[in-house]
């Protein structure tokens, strides 16, 4: 069965700073591979998503991600964040041909000191 | 366009109460529907897989169960809450192979 590993359970960044978060999965195959971001009380708002293709995907609010295939992870990253940024990030994977039933890590809370 | 309505956003629920939390999507037909719940020391777990009306799959053993009387409504239920079964509760569907969520029901069990 796959599973997905955020190593990096508190982040915390100066306003401004780059940030990285990290993921790795384990899986057979190449997965379908998402990050979500949550507020608190709120539900998940998609990020981005890798599918195939270009391993460096853009999402929403600056971020973005790369697929290392050799090294199972998809970490993302956001050149300078920003206070709004501070929330918990979940990375999660899909198997191809699975119905889209995801499995996820268990999430990195980011915190911007201002 | 395309939205997941979900509701109530908050409960209170006595110990051995029933449960029904509703999930509509608006837009689209024949999504796949999903019921995550994210509780404290156990994370995002996804509990009911739907593929179609009446096509229920249930991931991991437990005192709910879910619905889909409609095509684009999905119901989690339980005849009688247990303490266990407080959490975040996210529904969740698939136009493609995105995975979006409604904003999720707080249930406190007491």
């Known amino acids: 069965a796959q599973s997905v590993t955020q190593p990096d359970i508190h982040i915390t960044v100066s306003e401004g700073a780059s940030l990285e978060l990290r993921c790795n999965y384990s899986?057979?195959?190449?997965?379908?591979l998402f990050w979500y971001v949550q507020s608190p009380g709120q539900g998940l708002q998609l990020l981005l998503k890798?599918?195939?293709?270009?391993?460096l995907v853009q999402g929403i609010k600056g971020f973005e991600a790369e697929f290392k295939r050799s090294q199972s992870s998809f970490n993302l990253r956001k050149p300078s964040v920003h206070w709004s940024d501070a929330a918990e990030y979940f990375c999660?994977?899909?198997?191809?041909?699975?119905?889209?039933?995801?499995?996820f890590g268990t999430g990195t809370q980011l915190k911007v000191e201002l | 366009s395309q939205t997941i309505h979900q509701w109530p956003a908050t409960l209170v629920q006595p110990v051995g109460s029933p449960l029904s939390l509703e999930c509509t999507v608006e837009?689209?037909?024949?999504?796949?529907l999903y019921w995550y719940r994210q509780a404290a020391g156990r994370g995002l777990q996804l509990l009911f897989y739907?593929?179609?009306?009446?096509?229920i799959s249930s991931e991991v053993p437990q005192n709910l169960s879910a619905s889909r009387p409609q095509d684009r409504q999905f119901i989690l239920s339980s005849k009688k809450l247990l303490l266990s079964d407080s959490g975040f509760y996210l529904c969740?569907?698939?136009?493609?192979?995105?995975?979006?969520f409604g904003s999720g029901t707080r249930l406190t069990v007491v």
């Open positions: 890798y599918f195939s293709g270009d391993t």
């Open positions: 999660a994977v899909a198997v191809t041909g699975g119905g889209n039933k995801l499995t």
């Open positions: 899986y057979g195959a190449t997965p379908y």
């Open positions: 837009g689209t037909s024949n999504p796949n």
């Open positions: 969740a569907w698939s136009p493609t192979r995105d995975v979006i």
């Open positions: 739907s593929v179609g009306i009446g096509q």
